[in-house]
């Protein structure tokens, strides 16, 4: 359907269409100029169609018109489909390796942040968090972090330390970052340290918000769902720039 020109003419034929609208369902259905101007039986709705209307049998599919969605973020949604689910890991080599399997397969790269959740030390076989170090053999060039299931503890590779300025004495009112016996930061943030660590992600750039919109659109056509009402001031915190970027 992706080379149907919107001044052309299509009849859906063989299907079960429920319009909403009215009682029962139909099984057929027209559109012209990308609006719909008829359903009916296959009969009726092959009465409509000329030489140049494309006819697709959808062989008893369901058809129905689409939802809307009247709360989101879509930015955060496309995020979420580039964030590794890690729930279910049982070590911390388990956790690496998956890791830089989802990284070798996904469109992050220098300069975008890689994250991850799910977690859960009490399920892993070193019983303790993973830390910096554990990190750095992910990846030493991009910054990670990595929430634990309940949301509360994260850890960060070296690089995003740097990123993030954390280094040795770091304080965080109300939160905790985890240091070594030389005062040095494990990488392992809790608390407000964690939410600190959220508002101050430096912001991300045009083509990688563009990708998280394009990823969660297409989710959401996947879902049937063809109008959101969306609110992204949290993640890019100007209304000019959102603007700019759905004109993209």
Known sequence: MGDIQRNDSIALINGVIYPMSSPGRAKALFAKN??????????????????KT????????????????????????????????????????EMIDKSRRFLSESPIGEGQWFFARGWDQNHLAEKRFPNRYDLDKITGNIPLFFERSCGHIAPLNSKALEILRIGKGFKISGGVVNSDENGEPTGVVSEAAVNWVRMNIPESSDETLIRWYKRATDEMIKLGITSVQTDDLGIVGSTDRIFRLYEQ
Do not use: W, Y
Not at 34 to 51: K, T, V
């Open 54 to 93: 494309t006819v697709l049998d959808i062989k008893g599919k369901f058809l129905m018109p689409g939802m809307t969605d009247t709360h989101n973020h879509l930015l955060a949604t496309g995020r979420s489909l580039e964030t590794l689910n890690l729930s279910g890991s049982s070590s911390i080599q």
């Open 34 to 51: 990308g609006i719909i101007e008829a359903i009916g039986s296959d009969r009726d709705i092959l009465s409509l169609c000329d030489s």
